[in-house]
């Protein structure tokens, strides 16, 4: 019972860094996604594929950041490819949830700095929940 309870005291505990760790790179990696959307923005891009193009760049600065720091990945082949998969479904998700949160705000007034930046927190919230769960339980498993 003892033995039990102290395995299941380290990993919370390995949780809880991890989770610290994820936000810490995840921080910088949002700043490089958000900066990245804001050009492409000004750049004219339309917000769908300025929202893509910021979100794989944050995205690839957050991989190799999290591998090395958060989840000391082995950065193999069959790993890049979970990863590949991981990050395309969250990149979908925040897509969706960007282009989504701008139809509603669209249909009250005209969409603006302060609107589009709404719209891209929630969609990151959606895609850094998901990506933790997917990185944390199948990306970076240990065996």
Not at 127 to 139: I, S
Request: hydrophobic fraction near 50%; include cysteine; charged fraction near 15%.
């Amino acid at each position: 019972m003892r033995a039990a309870l102290a395995d299941r005291g380290q990993v919370e505990r390995t949780l809880k860094q991890k989770l610290i760790r994820f936000t810490l790179v995840g921080l910088v990696g949002a700043v490089c996604d958000y900066s990245t959307n804001f050009l492409l923005v000004a750049a004219g891009l339309p917000a769908w594929a300025a929202r893509g193009g910021s979100y794989i760049v944050g995205s690839t600065v957050a991989y190799f950041l999290n591998s090395y720091v958060t989840f000391h990945g082995e950065r193999s082949a069959a790993e890049k490819r979970r990863a590949a998969a991981s990050y395309l479904f969250c990149f979908l998700a925040a897509v969706v949830v960007n282009q989504l949160v701008l139809w509603v705000f669209s249909w009250a007034q005209e969409v603006g700095p302060m609107e589009r930046t709404f719209a891209w927190v929630a969609s990151q919230g959606v895609a850094t929940v998901l990506n933790f769960v997917l990185q944390n339980r199948w990306v970076f498993r240990t065996r």
